[in-house]
Nanobody, 117 residues
Framework: QVQLVESGGGLVQPGGSLRLSCVASGSIFSINTMGWYRQAPGKQRELVAVITSGSRVTYADSVKGRFTISGNIVKKTVDLQANSLKPEDTAVYFC???????????WGKGTLVTVSS
């Protein structure tokens, strides 16, 4: 059984910052990619940022320059530093991991980020 556990969500004022963390555990041998997705009410889940085992990083245009992803793929951890938060960043943020050999996607249960004054 594979578990991805997120932490760090919460309520923050516009312009504020949050740091999200995710740890993967269980019978997942090797991870190729870890990252963060988000889903706002009434919208589809979208990519926020991902990092590969080769340290290649991809960001959504909407978060470039404001969010920074970091991680240790070998240790199966990934963080997301979110700065200059905007109300439109409000969403449930999900951690994702892709197993190298099987290409199976694993998901966390999500952590809510609310940006509001």
């Amino acid at each position: 059984q594979v578990q991805l556990v997120e932490s760090g969500g919460g309520l923050v004022q516009p312009g504020g910052s949050l740091r999200l963390s995710c740890v993967a555990s269980g019978s997942i041998f090797s991870i190729n990619t870890m990252g963060w997705y988000r889903q706002a009410p009434g919208k589809q889940r979208e990519l926020v940022a991902v990092i590969t085992s080769g340290s290649r990083v991809t960001y959504a245009d909407s978060v470039k320059g404001r969010f920074t992803i970091s991680g240790n793929i070998v240790k199966k951890t990934v963080d997301l530093q979110a700065n200059s938060l905007k109300p439109e960043d409000t969403a449930v943020y999900f951690c994702n991991a892709i197993e190298t050999l099987s290409r199976v996607n694993y998901w966390g249960k999500g952590t809510l980020v609310t940006v509001s004054s």
